[in-house]
């Protein structure tokens, strides 16, 4: 069965600091893959998806980036964090459709 | 593209009682509507969905239906229970290249006990 993996489940950054969340799925191979924001008390706004190796769409300008290095891993960074980067970070994959998320990172921006 | 919007944001309910969370989408390539349940602190996790060639679909106490002409659907639980209390996502999405699903802004449903 497939599986998929996030860490770190939480983090405390200070603003002006770089981040990597990083999210791999086990049991499935060319997933779609998917970057998940979601604030406090808040909807699921996407980031990021990719349909496989090294492509990646954005769906909103913003200081955060995202990579995929192998086919089953998937990777959120930003090179300068901002306050309103603090959130709950979910990675997805997905199949026919239907989306599966990871435990999800909090991040804290201090 | 498409937008999906949710009612009502919040809802309460005495246990026992039926609960009807409902959405409207706008693009009319959709055809799959999944629905997601949120507890406090945890990844949301699917819980229902319903296909286009289909109008109703049920699963114990929770049951969807789908209007594909006035492009609404609605999740429908039943005999709530304490722990049916969640924040609950409606979704939608066409079958294309990359499964883009776009979410509706959830509700939050309490039961009281």
């Known amino acids: 069965s497939q599986t998929i993996h996030q860490w770190p489940a939480t983090l405390v950054q200070p603003v002006g600091s770089p981040l990597s969340l990083e999210c791999t799925v086990e049991?499935?191979?060319?997933?779609?893959l998917y970057w998940y924001r979601q604030a406090a008390g808040r909807g699921l706004q996407l980031l990021f998806y990719s349909v496989g190796i090294g492509q990646i769409s954005s769906e909103v300008p913003q200081n955060l980036s995202a990579s995929r290095p192998q086919d089953r891993q998937f990777i959120l960074s930003s090179k300068k964090l901002l306050l309103s980067d603090s959130g709950f970070y979910l990675c997805?994959?997905?199949?026919?459709?239907?989306?599966?998320f990871g435990e999800g990172s909090w991040l804290t921006v201090v | 593209g498409e937008n999906v919007e949710q009612h009502p944001s919040t809802l309460s309910v005495q246990e026992g009682d039926s609960a009807v969370i409902k959405c409207t989408y706008s693009d009319s390539a959709s055809n799959y509507f999944p629905w997601y349940k949120q507890e406090l602190g945890k990844r949301p996790q699917l819980i229902i969905d319903i296909r286009s060639n289909v109008g109703e679909k049920k699963d114990q106490r929770i049951a969807v239906t789908l209007n594909k002409t006035a492009k609404h659907f609605s999740l429908h639980i039943t005999e709530t229970q304490p722990e049916d209390s969640a924040v609950y996502f409606c979704?939608?999405?066409?079958?294309?290249?990359?499964?883009?699903?776009?979410f509706g802004p959830g509700t939050s449903l309490s039961v009281i006990p």
């Open positions: 979704a939608a999405s066409a079958e294309t290249s990359y499964d883009k699903v776009i």
């Open positions: 997805a994959w997905s199949v026919h459709n239907t989306i599966y």
């Open positions: 049991g499935t191979s060319n997933p779609n």
